[in-house]
């Protein structure tokens, strides 16, 4: 895996959005500028700052607990099963099944 190397800047804003600036989300900075030309180099290091911003590219990814994940497989795979057992049985009748066992194959699987 190739990591890259995302240009912080030594400060306190970047230092404090340094995980979403880099880590696992999406993130959205609006950056405010005044048009007072008492404020010139403030904003033109804001304008700066934003455009340094913009170049970070993060790939976002759901954290997931390898155990929640498997279960949450497993759910959608017995569901997946059952949903073809009974489309199985509305297709293919079994009499000597239904011989065998008090009920139909969809009270079986349903439970």
């Given at each position: 895996?190739?990591?890259?190397?995302?240009?912080?800047?030594?400060?306190?804003?970047?230092?404090?959005?340094k995980?979403?600036?880099?880590?696992?989300?999406?993130?959205?900075?609006?950056?405010?500028?005044?048009?007072?030309?008492?404020?010139?180099?403030?904003?033109?290091?804001?304008?700066?700052?934003?455009?340094?911003?913009?170049?970070?590219?993060?790939?976002?990814?759901?954290?997931?607990?390898?155990?929640?994940?498997?279960?949450?497989?497993?759910?959608?795979?017995?569901?997946?099963?059952?949903?073809?057992?009974?489309?199985?049985?509305?297709?293919?009748?079994?009499?000597?099944?239904?011989?065998?066992r008090?009920?139909?194959?969809?009270?079986?699987?349903?439970?």
């Open positions: 895996r190739r990591h890259c190397y995302i240009p912080y800047r030594d400060s306190v804003l970047t230092w404090l959005l995980d979403s600036l880099g880590g696992n989300s999406k993130t959205i900075m609006v950056a405010t500028i005044s048009p007072s030309s008492s404020s010139y180099s403030e904003t033109l290091s804001t304008l700066r700052y934003a455009a340094h911003a913009r170049n970070i590219v993060n790939k976002p990814r759901v954290n997931e607990d390898a155990s929640v994940k498997l279960i949450r497989e497993l759910r959608e795979e017995i569901n997946r099963l059952k949903n073809m057992l009974l489309s199985f049985e509305m297709r293919n009748p079994s009499p000597s099944f239904s011989e065998y008090d009920g139909n194959l969809s009270d079986i699987v349903l439970q």
